[in-house]
């Protein structure tokens, strides 16, 4: 792959030039030689030897000794070497490195020596100032090592990283087959001199031919420069480096120390995916269940933070969220964790006798004895009866040295359920290494430093996804236009922020702001309530917006995406809310009597079904997400003794028909819900609650594995009624007792199931409208809750869902296009189906199945589907009902006229029609435009629709629209539609028919929108040339298209394709200069041919067929684009139609469009007029004679 390439320079004298040398190794190299060990302005001065009229170089003895005076002057470690760079070339873009990878956390109470335990981890000294981790340091890279036979874990460094990059290449070098040494020989000014030359790729001679002394030689040589590769700095440094002989382990720990505050660990998740090892530190000299005040460090002060907490809950915390957490999910991993695993350090072990420490373990075990199995799967064990790794991080060297052995030994030899493999490209090492010394740099400079490691855009994407999820990178390119490479500036000014809510010292506030706060500020913010000026206080703005790309505007866009503020409207103490700010409740908090008893959200443990405690951060992050739903108002409550504004207890107030009050605890063991309005809207709180729970469930990367429960009656402080669901309905199971409770009435309000459900005159409707046909809008609504689903919905309903796995729609918009195909497929589309769905999978939509019921059961449900139509068991309807057609023409805007009028009427059908029945119906469901896609049907003809399609993103096409039309032959949705483009795109002709693949299987079930989806597919996977109708363009003429196609206008419809899709589709245009724009107009002309060719092969259709007449019109109109410049518009055709050209339309033919008729068949049939003609004529000639 690469090899070291030493070259010998014989028979050289004074009037030598060095550039024959460098022309002879060229000719063997295709390139100018790379020396390494030596500055870049060495490498620059050979370039220009090789660059130019070697006369006006230096000649080798001059050259020589200008090298004398570097070595003299540098010191190196190398002599010079030159190196193969295509070889260097293939390194990089195709080297990987297998590495197994332990994300780790270190977790516990404030000043339980998580600082000082991550140094003893990585056999570093302890910290000589005492200062505390405001929510979190950088992640520190580990990798592990042996040395004097012991096996510890090592920091990775800038140089260890170079050394492991070096020893890699060394591998790959010494793995190439041996050297063999080649000659070229050459004349230069008719002396002679020979080159031996080591070179693994290809042997030969090379001979440079002779020049007479005052013949000029050509500034630039013929040679072959296929590819030139800009090294980088760094990759000068990973060639110049040593490789030691200490070959470091492929297993890395990324540590990430986190703070202790509570406040801050509930941030943490938000900015850092799940970790693989929780490493809890507990202070054996303190109680663990006993508790304490935590406090706030600045400048080695503490400040209370009106907050108790203890040791005890900090594990449970740690162990629980751990048990919740998805696997990390990367693109290039090849092996997930099993599990997430805890590790427990005691730290002053040095305070503490044996015999406290075995009390500590014993109460440790008993406060999780609900985990016990759990625990011994996922915590490491020091032995068979311990958990508690007892250390002194503080400790001398040598005993230092025997900590950290004993936890390296452990993670490494129990620890691999928690480990991932992932195959790291080369690249992305030589990328991290090349990114600047500073906390923020802009996404531009990360892509552009990419494009210099040989990395596509998306290759770079992948590589800062990779290190946002293994360390604290914070990349999020939807919001913000910065990646934080060092996370302190933007953790450190929500640090500050929190900050001011614990500090009251005029001392400790001047050293977090620089500016006087007023006193409502302060206490506004106490209550949660800030100004986004607020920031403009704080010491640590002057970093964290240090680049134009990220200044407050982007700081509270990206507050808002990670849902850690909610924006307000009409609070007067400030325009954004942040519960991270108010403190938690001390006292305990206790809720009057409601009508419906409280219901409990519960989390358990997958597969022993053991309960867990509540995930930390969960709270708090789902009061921002139901302050954020958008169907019922939610506002935070007054300030008040009846109401409670904690961080971990609320009062919220929700308005349905009225304003009531919803309150949420957080007992860390489970929340508790209690509602005080009617009981009839308990089932539309809970609907609400588990979205929110879901939605920061999804946010924090966890398992939805949370359930339903009441308290026991029995055994009210240590059992649980959880909620169950199968076909008969719901039942309770207890978690402790024997035999399940007897639940109160009062407990099912919150399913609206009350003994028999439903009265009887409500169970006669109810069994009447199962068999009526469900509307898409119901359907979605009940549903929307298990969107997630959509697959299992899908195949239980028996429509075709495999197409949407991958799509990059939401799932709300997947689970609606199932409803859409089942309602369109006429398959048994009844209520009773749907429900059916329900009762199959009751773990799934146990709880959908109770909204099913109670919408049914509803007047609303009566008063829209009482005149219905009812379906039989095989599909069809028992009763056509002719007012629903009236409305569903209504709704789509399509008026008798358009479907019957003009010379339409004698070819449509007497009545309404399946087809038109189905168009209809997909006219109403697509009138708003989506983000890829926007049809219509035409006004004068149902059958004719138009569309304008986003060209798929990541291909020659982005950034382009495209226009054509649909048409629709009478049997649909028997038949499928055919499809026309009508602007310039480069991928498929024009005004031709395309062949369609992906639909050759149609189903009757599928629509329009699904022929649009299979179409921007075609487009993005455009391999197969040999498709009808497909053109085979360059990329850079299929780009010059995109960019010319937002100017199309459609001459039949008068869509313009800049405004026929939502604002927010990429513009390219915007994007490039104008110079560039204007540069595209002579490819007009090519778009002429092509339009010229069409009408050659295609001739105008009869007035039978319903395609458009194709007039070729040349002209040479002078127009300006938007911004002044003239463009000189060559030639148009009337399907192909640019703003500031003639209109030339030509009339519509009347009737729906006969079968397709391929163009080369015109041809045929031409050839074979004029055989049969010249036959004819032949007879005729010989019947004269």
């Known amino acids: 792959m690469l090899a070291r390439q030493i070259p010998t320079i014989e028979g050289l004298d004074d009037n030598s030039n060095i550039y024959a040398v460098f022309y002879a190794m060229a000719q063997l190299e295709k390139r ?87 140094l003893l981890l990585l056999n570093e000294d302890p910290p000589t100032n005492d200062t505390s981790t405001p929510i979190a340091c950088p992640a520190v890279r580990a990798t592990r090592v042996a040395v004097s036979d012991k096996m510890i874990w090592s920091r990775v460094t800038r140089a260890n990283l170079l050394d492991e990059l070096a020893t890699d290449l060394k591998t790959a070098t010494d793995s190439e087959q041996e050297e063999v040494p080649l000659t070229a020989t050459a004349t230069f000014y008719s002396q002679s001199w020979t080159v031996t030359y080591t070179n693994p790729m290809e042997s030969g001679n090379v001979e440079i031919p002779s020049h007479a002394p005052n013949e000029p030689i050509p500034a630039v040589l013929p040679l072959l420069q296929d590819k030139k590769y800009d090294t980088k700095a760094v990759v000068l440094e990973i060639l110049a480096t040593q490789p030691k002989e200490i070959r470091k382990s492929d297993h890395w720990l990324y540590v990430i120390d986190s703070g202790g505050q509570p406040a801050y660990q509930e941030l943490l998740p938000l900015f850092t995916r799940a970790a693989s090892l929780n490493i809890v530190t507990l202070d054996l000299s303190k109680p663990f269940n006993e508790r304490f005040d935590l406090m706030y460090r600045i400048d080695g002060k503490y400040f209370p933070c009106h907050s108790k907490s203890t040791q005890l809950a900090f594990f449970q915390s740690a162990v629980s969220t751990g048990a919740s957490f998805e696997p990390l999910d990367i693109s290039c991993i090849s092996k997930k964790p099993t599990h997430s695993m805890h590790l427990v350090l005691g730290t002053h072990y040095d305070k503490v006798s044996d015999a406290t420490l075995k009390e500590k373990e014993e109460i440790l075990m008993s406060s999780m004895s609900s985990l016990e199995s759990y625990l011994q799967n996922c915590v490491i064990s020091q032995s068979d009866d311990s958990i508690i790794f007892p250390v002194n991080a503080i400790a001398a060297s040598e005993e230092r040295a025997k900590y950290s052995e004993e936890i390296c030994k452990a993670i490494w030899y129990r620890g691999s359920d928690a480990s991932l493999k992932i195959k790291i490209p080369i690249r992305w090492f030589v990328f991290e290494l090349s990114l600047p010394e500073q906390s923020i740099v802009s996404v531009k400079e990360a892509l552009s430093i990419g494009k210099g490691c040989s990395m596509e855009k998306e290759d770079t994407k992948q590589a800062l996804k990779y290190f946002h999820d293994v360390s604290l990178m914070l990349y999020y390119p939807e919001v913000i236009n910065v990646i934080f490479i060092d996370s302190k500036p933007i953790l450190e000014i929500l640090s500050q922020l929190l900050a001011l809510t614990y500090v009251n010292k005029i001392d400790a506030i001047a050293s977090i702001s620089d500016k006087p706060l007023s006193p409502k500020i302060t206490k506004n913010l106490k209550e949660g309530f800030f100004n986004e000026d607020i920031f403009e206080h704080l010491k640590s703005r002057a970093e964290v917006f240090s680049l134009p790309e990220f200044q407050l505007s982007d700081l509270i ?246 197409d949407l796995q991958h799509s990059p729609m939401s799932a709300s918009d997947k689970l609606l296009l199932v409803f859409q195909r089942w309602i369109n497929s006429n398959m048994n589309i009844t209520w009773r189906k749907a429900l059916q769905v329900c009762e199959d999978y009751p773990d799934q939509f146990g709880l959908v199945k109770s909204d099913v019921i109670k919408f049914l059961s509803s007047d609303r449900a009566h008063d829209k589907y009482s005149d219905g139509p009812v379906e039989s068991n095989n599909g069809t309807q028992i009763k056509q009902d002719n007012d629903q057609s009236s409305d569903e023409i209504s709704a789509s805007g399509i008026t008798d006229d358009n479907i ?213 019109k040349e002209s040479h109109d002078q127009s300006k684009d938007e911004g002044g410049t003239e463009i000189n518009k060559e030639s148009s055709t009337s399907g192909i139609r640019y703003r500031g050209q003639e209109e030339t339309d030509q009339p519509l033919s009347a009737s729906p469009p006969p079968p397709s008729f391929p163009a080369n068949m015109y041809i045929i049939l031409f050839f074979v007029i004029v055989i049969v003609i010249l036959l004819l004529l032949i007879l005729l000639l010989l019947t004269v004679k």
């Open 32 to 118: 100018p030689p790379l020396l390494v060990g030596h500055p870049s302005f060495v490498n620059e001065l050979l370039q220009k030897c090789w660059d130019q009229d070697p006369r006006l170089r230096p000649t080798s003895t001059e050259l020589a000794e200008e090298l004398g005076k570097i070595c003299k002057n540098f010191k190196f470690g190398e002599p010079i070497f030159c190196y193969d760079e295509i070889a260097l070339e293939k390194w990089m873009e195709e080297g990987s490195v297998d590495l197994t990878v332990t994300r780790v956390n270190m977790l516990g109470a404030p000043g339980a020596g998580k600082t000082c335990s991550q």
């Open 557 to 802: 866009r990206l507050l808002l995406h990670l849902n850690i503020i909610t924006k307000l409207e009409d609070e007067p103490k400030g325009h954004y809310f942040i519960p991270y700010a108010l403190p938690s409740y001390n006292e305990p908090v206790s809720i009057k009597e409601t009508n419906a008893k409280p219901l409990l959200i519960v989390w358990r443990e997958e597969e022993s079904e053991e309960i867990l405690p509540v995930p930390t951060g969960l709270f708090p992050l789902t009061i921002v997400h139901l302050l954020n739903q958008k169907d019922y108002v939610t506002k935070i409550s007054p300030s008040t003794s009846e109401y409670y504004k904690f961080r971990d207890a609320i009062s919220l107030r929700i308005t349905f028909t009225q304003k009531h009050t919803l309150h949420l605890i957080n007992r860390y063991t489970h929340i508790e819900v209690y509602f005080t309005g009617p009981t009839q809207h308990c089932p539309l709180v809970r609907k609400l609650l588990t979205t929110a729970i879901d939605n920061s469930s999804d946010a924090m990367h966890l398992k939805h594995n949370y359930v339903n429960a009441f308290a026991c009656p029995v055994k009210r402080n240590s059992c649980y009624c959880i909620v169950g669901f199968s076909k008969d309905g719901h039942f309770i199971n207890c978690t402790m007792c024997s035999e399940p409770a007897t639940i109160s009435d009062d407990h099912w309000n919150w399913y609206n199931i009350e003994g028999s459900i439903v009265s009887n005159k409500q169970e006669n409707f109810l069994l009447i409208i199962l068999d009526k046909k469900p509307q898409l809008d119901d359907l979605h609504r009940l549903f929307q809750s298990s969107d997630f689903q959509f697959l299992i919905i899908g195949t239980a309903l028996g429509v075709q869902v495999n």
């Open 900 to 1112: 019957y009028g003009g010379t339409y009427v004698d070819t449509m059908p007497a009545t309404i029609t399946p087809a038109v029945r189905r168009l209809m119906k997909e006219a109403t469901e697509l009138r708003e435009p989506f983000p890829h896609y926007y049809t219509q049907p035409m006004e004068d003809n149902l059958f004719e629709w138009h569309f304008t399609i986003q060209g798929p993103p990541g291909t020659d096409y982005e950034g382009g629209r495209y226009h054509g039309h649909i048409m629709i032959s009478p049997e649909y949705p028997m038949k499928p539609p055919s499809v026309v483009f009508l602007t310039p795109n480069g991928r498929f002709k024009l005004n031709l028919e395309i062949c369609m693949c992906g639909l050759e299987t149609w189903q009757s079930y599928w629509g329009i929108s699904t022929v649009l989806l299979e179409l921007i597919d075609m487009m993005a996977t455009d391999d197969d040339r040999s498709t009808f109708g497909s053109l085979d363009c360059t990329p850079e003429e299929r780009r010059q298209l995109a960019t010319r196609s937002l100017e199309w206008v459609c001459p039949s419809c008068g869509v313009a394709n800049r405004t026929a899709l939502p604002e927010g589709s990429e513009d390219i245009v915007s994007q490039m200069p104008k110079e560039e724009v204007n540069s595209q107009q002579p490819h007009d002309l090519d778009l002429q041919k092509e339009a010229l060719l069409v009408a050659q092969f295609c001739p105008p259709s009869t007035d039978q067929s319903n395609q458009r007449n194709i007039d070729i």
